[in-house]
């Protein structure tokens, strides 16, 4: 795995043939970006990278180049980029009707939600379809308010779930999060991940401590009853911060008894991506009330789901509420597929095998590169986070950029994340094989030791 000076990592074989490309040219698409589209929307690379095809792992710029996809369209394509068996599933419905709302029957949406029941644990068998999960924990949140009469929400610090006013409020990086009256009521628990925690101890005695900081916030903080607490089981904009199992067992127990339901953002963390499991909170042996979903269900189907017990469910009837896209056939047809996908191909058995092999060659690559401070996270939900100095922890934000361009270069494209940007993420689609994680932990180990000169 080691590289030298003369060798040059080789991307694995594949028998795909791009299209030739005929729209128009980069140029022209990056002068439209910039005059019609809001200025808000950036670019991951200093020359803006144009991606227009994608074939299971990899993906291809106009001119036919491919890459290795580390971050799956941020963590979404879960079966591979144009998955056939998605795709034709997807192109069948298209070829009947491609919008009816939920006013009518279709089969689709009910056997989505039954799929998805069969998934979860007992009692969780009640689905509530959405567009993405900014608006699935918008709704999970106003759920929890609704059926226990309180207002105030517990979240963790490093979170991300979503930019619409609630998800946006309960996300915790200042680089999220505008200068705007979003939500009352929400406030931040130190995060359980040992790394930079302000507790010490072993990682479960820092968790325990973390789930105390819950208990804490709700006697300074609220009247001393709660609506819910939401967190991710691995923060994954955060950086693929993750507390000891302990901790999500100790937070779910404190806000119970301050009356709160229990939301898990399934979001990154779902269908099989953390390896051991199909959900990211069964890593923790817990059964949250409520939980979300969006990204991997659909495998870029802009579709997001609420899956909760119906006693809770049933708080919406008091008004109506719709969702005009909640449900949409299309995007049904997706997340079926996805869900058969998942299983036929062994996705999450592959998450857990192939994961297992990159976290071990990035544990390997930090005893030979200093700039390695933590590896952390499960399956292909992986993290490792860049320091200066590792005695400081000085995050080492423009190397981590520098990372991103040389491992482009050589047809490598990963993620970035957590509050400095300093943390590189691995979260490929599942199908992942092998060779491509030696050839990614190759152009790694290469990038890592030009940045580190
Ligand atoms: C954990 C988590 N929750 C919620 C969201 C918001 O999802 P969306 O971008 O589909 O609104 C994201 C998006 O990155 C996420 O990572």
């Given at each position: 795995?080691?590289?030298?000076?003369?060798?040059?990592?080789?991307?694995?074989?594949?028998?795909?043939?791009?299209?030739?490309?005929?729209?128009?040219?980069?140029?022209?698409?990056?002068?439209?970006?910039?005059?019609?589209?809001?200025?808000?929307?950036?670019?991951?690379?200093?020359?803006?990278?144009?991606?227009?095809?994608?074939?299971?792992?990899?993906?291809?710029?106009?001119?036919?180049?491919?890459?290795?996809?580390?971050?799956?369209?941020?963590?979404?394509?879960?079966?591979?980029?144009?998955?056939?068996?998605v795709v034709a599933r997807m192109k069948n419905q298209l070829d009947l009707i491609t919008h009816t709302t939920t006013i009518y029957l279709h089969p689709n949406f009910p056997a989505m939600a039954?799929?998805?029941?069969?998934?979860?644990?007992?009692?969780?068998?009640?689905t509530y379809f959405t567009n993405s999960?900014?608006e699935a924990?918008?709704l999970?949140?106003?759920?929890?308010?609704?059926?226990?009469?309180?207002?105030?929400?517990?979240?963790?610090?490093?979170?991300?779930?979503?930019?619409?006013?609630?998800?946006?409020?309960?996300?915790?990086?200042?680089?999220?999060?505008?200068?705007?009256?979003?939500?009352?009521?929400?406030?931040?628990?130190?995060?359980?991940?040992?790394?930079?925690?302000?507790?010490?101890?072993?990682?479960?005695?820092?968790?325990?401590?973390?789930?105390?900081?819950?208990?804490?916030?709700?006697?300074?903080?609220?009247?001393?009853?709660?609506?819910?607490?939401?967190?991710?089981?691995?923060?994954?904009?955060?950086?693929?911060?993750?507390?000891?199992?302990?901790?999500?067992?100790?937070?779910?127990?404190?806000?119970?008894?301050?009356?709160?339901?229990?939301?898990?953002?399934?979001?990154?963390?779902?269908?099989?991506?953390?390896?051991?499991?199909?959900?990211?909170?069964?890593?923790?042996?817990?059964?949250?009330?409520?939980?979300?979903?969006a990204?991997?269900i659909g495998n870029g189907a802009p579709l997001a789901a609420v899956?909760?017990?119906?006693?809770?469910?049933?708080?919406?009837?008091?008004?109506v509420h719709f969702n005009t896209f909640g449900g949409n056939p299309v995007s049904m047809a997706a997340g079926l597929a996805v869900?058969?996908?998942?299983?036929?191909?062994?996705?999450?058995?592959?998450?857990?095998?192939?994961?297992?092999?990159?976290?071990?060659?990035?544990?390997?690559?930090?005893?030979?590169?200093?700039?390695?401070?933590?590896?952390?996270?499960?399956?292909?939900?992986?993290?490792?986070?860049?320091?200066?100095?590792?005695?400081?922890?000085?995050?080492?934000?423009?190397?981590?950029?520098?990372?991103?361009?040389?491992?482009?270069?050589?047809?490598?494209?990963?993620?970035?994340?957590?509050?400095?940007?300093?943390?590189?993420?691995?979260?490929?689609?599942?199908?992942?094989?092998?060779?491509?994680?030696?050839?990614?932990?190759?152009?790694?180990?290469?990038?890592?030791?030009?940045?580190?000169?």
């Amino acid at each position: 795995m080691t590289t030298t000076a003369t060798t040059r990592p080789v991307i694995p074989p594949c028998d795909h043939k791009p299209h030739p490309y005929t729209g128009p040219s980069r140029q022209e698409v990056l002068t439209m970006r910039q005059q019609y589209c809001n200025p808000a929307i950036f670019t991951l690379y200093q020359d803006p990278l144009m991606i227009v095809e994608g074939h299971m792992q990899y993906l291809y710029d106009e001119t036919g180049r491919r890459y290795l996809d580390l971050f799956a369209g941020i963590v979404t394509v879960s079966c591979g980029h144009s998955h056939p068996k998605v795709v034709a599933r997807m192109k069948n419905q298209l070829d009947l009707i491609t919008h009816t709302t939920t006013i009518y029957l279709h089969p689709n949406f009910p056997a989505m939600a039954k799929k998805l029941a069969s998934k979860m644990p007992q009692g969780l068998d009640v689905t509530y379809f959405t567009n993405s999960g900014s608006e699935a924990n918008d709704l999970a949140m106003l759920i929890a308010r609704l059926y226990t009469g309180s207002n105030d929400i517990i979240a963790v610090r490093n979170s991300y779930h979503g930019n619409s006013p609630t998800a946006m409020a309960a996300t915790s990086h200042h680089t999220w999060k505008y200068p705007a009256q979003l939500n009352s009521g929400i406030h931040h628990a130190i995060s359980p991940d040992p790394y930079r925690s302000p507790f010490s101890g072993t990682p479960e005695q820092v968790a325990s401590q973390a789930a105390d900081d819950i208990r804490q916030l709700i006697r300074y903080s609220t009247p001393g009853r709660v609506a819910g607490y939401i967190a991710e089981p691995i923060q994954g904009v955060g950086g693929a911060t993750q507390g000891a199992p302990n901790y999500l067992k100790e937070a779910y127990a404190v806000v119970r008894e301050y009356g709160g339901l229990c939301i898990a953002d399934e979001v990154q963390t779902g269908f099989g991506r953390t390896g051991d499991h199909y959900w990211g909170f069964q890593n923790s042996g817990v059964v949250p009330d409520i939980v979300t979903m969006a990204k991997g269900i659909g495998n870029g189907a802009p579709l997001a789901a609420v899956t909760t017990r119906r006693d809770i469910a049933s708080v919406l009837t008091q008004r109506v509420h719709f969702n005009t896209f909640g449900g949409n056939p299309v995007s049904m047809a997706a997340g079926l597929a996805v869900l058969d996908v998942i299983d036929e191909d062994g996705l999450q058995q592959n998450s857990k095998v192939v994961g297992g092999r990159f976290k071990q060659g990035l544990k390997e690559l930090q005893t030979r590169h200093r700039m390695i401070g933590d590896v952390r996270g499960m399956g292909l939900m992986l993290g490792a986070e860049l320091v200066r100095d590792r005695g400081t922890k000085e995050p080492a934000k423009e190397e981590t950029l520098q990372i991103l361009e040389i491992a482009r270069e050589h047809g490598v494209l990963l993620g970035k994340g957590g509050l400095d940007g300093n943390v590189l993420r691995i979260k490929p689609p599942m199908c992942l094989t092998a060779q491509d994680v030696d050839f990614a932990l190759e152009v790694l180990d290469l990038a890592l030791g030009r940045v580190e000169k």
